[in-house]
Each structure stands twice: as C-alpha cells, then as structure tokens.
C-alpha cells in the first residue's frame, strides 16, 4: 500500500534512492491530494503493477488524462460512509483540508529563498515543468479535493494518514468521535515554516487522534528550498502527551510495528 506517489522528483531533490520504476508491487496507491508533489507518479506505477488508485474528484479527473485503466481508479469524497477494502484491510476516505499557510509568512520566506537559493537552470525549470503536469493546481484542492485516509488492518490496528497541514474538519472530527483513538498518526507538518504555527497544527492532530506514535510527513523541500522543523513539534507533543513516541526517519529506512501489541 503506497501512500502517494511522489518518487521521480528531479535533479533539484535529494535523491530518494529508488526510481517509480523500481516499484514493482503495490496493490493500492492511497492518494491524499492531487497536487503534483503527492501524485505524479501514481499513473506510472499503477500502470506496471496494476494497483488500484483511490483519490478525490479532482485527482481523478488528472488521472483519466494519464492512460490509466477506469477499472484501476476509485473515487472518494470523503463525505461519509466510504470504506474500502483491500485483502484483509479497510480503508476509509474522510474529507480533510489543505493546508493555506499565512500569505505573509510565505512571502517573506520565499522572498529569503528567492535572494539566496542559486536559480534553476533551462533543464531544471523543462524537468520541474514536465513533473508538476502530471499533478493539478485547481485551487478548489483545499476545500474539495483533501482526503484524509483512516487504514484499519485485520488485527484492529489504526493507522491515520493525512499527507497536508491544514486544519482539521468536521468530518475528521465525526470519524474521531466515532473510532476513538489511532495506534499511529502520519501527519503533515503545516507548510507555516515558523514552529509556533507548525507546533499549534501539530497539537491539533495529536488532540483528535490520540496517537501512541507520531511521524510526520511533508516536511521535506527542494535542495534549494528550505525543510520545516520538526524538533519544536515533537517537543510540544510530548509536553502535551508524555510517553507519546516520535519518529522521523530518513528516505529508505524502515519503522516495524507490531501491530498485534497495540494499546486498548
């Protein structure tokens, strides 16, 4: 099971270690939004292992564009009541929000990157522009085209993935209210850069879904662009939640539960 599919990021990433060629199993790609940074990919790989993809309205409306067979796409909306299964596993869409970071805080950020980062060259700017059409901008992404995944193994074990910072939703809020609690929350860091702002986000996850282990997610940028801290959000959790396990790895190395031990 992949969630996104965002693996041929071009020569401006660090390298990931593998190519999206070098997949050559998954049984379902888990798509949280359609921008390029989290689908661009996804065709590809569905095509050679014949995964099944599930994402909003507006990310499959980009994958019908990618030669992709309708009999591999599932749609979500998150609006209630849509559980899929997957061998012994379930898969619940929630409708989540992305991230809007304040616009004076990035702008200020991006005006720092913009005088001190080295520019892309005529290849890079073809490579990113290549990368980023097999992804969408509709600005209705926020509102509409967010899912947050809620993954139940056969064993009862939770795991909630929610692959963009913004602020939690009443649908979330539903779903919480009814399941209580995760095992493990994969959770954006929100794309606000300073950590009284990333830190607030983080707490509001921690909050809702009650995890024993948190691993953030989407905290990564472009060797020319500027990774968001993680420290100050571990710390505020575990001030908030004591015993609470943190994990933040590198790309390619492996975190192994087991999944029969979880909490009650």
Avoid at 161 to 173: F, H, N, V, W
Avoid at 213 to 230: E, K, Q, S
Wanted: glycine share 8%; with cysteine.
């Amino acid at each position: 099971m992949l969630l996104d599919a965002y693996f041929d990021r071009g020569s401006m990433f660090a390298p990931l270690g593998f190519k999206a060629a070098d997949v050559k199993k998954a049984n379902v790609i888990l798509i949280g939004h359609g921008h390029h940074d989290h689908m661009s990919d996804a065709a590809s790989v569905a095509i050679r292992t014949g995964a099944a993809v599930v994402g909003a309205p507006l990310t499959v409306a980009k994958l019908q564009t990618q030669n992709l067979d309708a009999k591999q796409i599932r749609t979500v909306t998150g609006k209630g009541g849509e559980v899929l299964k997957f061998g012994k596993f379930e898969v619940e869409a929630i409708l989540g929000r992305h991230g809007q970071p304040p616009a004076n805080v990035t702008k200020a950020f991006n005006q720092a990157l913009q005088s001190t980062a080295t520019p892309l060259t005529p290849e890079q700017t073809a490579e990113e522009a290549v990368i980023r059409s097999r992804g969408t901008s509709d600005p209705r992404i926020v509102t509409e085209g967010t899912i947050t995944y809620l993954i139940t193994l056969d064993d009862g074990f939770r795991i909630i993935y929610r692959d963009s910072g913004g602020a939690i939703t009443e649908y979330e809020k539903a779903a919480m209210q009814r399941i209580g609690r995760v095992d493990i929350a994969i959770a954006a860091v929100a794309a606000d850069f300073l950590p009284s702002l990333t830190v607030e986000q983080g707490l509001e996850y921690l909050r809702l879904y009650k995890p024993d282990v948190y691993i953030p997610a989407h905290y990564d940028a472009p060797l020319n662009g500027l990774w968001r801290t993680t420290e100050p959000i571990f710390q505020a959790m575990k001030d908030d939640k004591p015993g609470l396990i943190t994990y933040s790895r590198l790309y390619r190395e492996p975190v192994c539960f087991d999944t029969t031990k979880k909490s009650k």
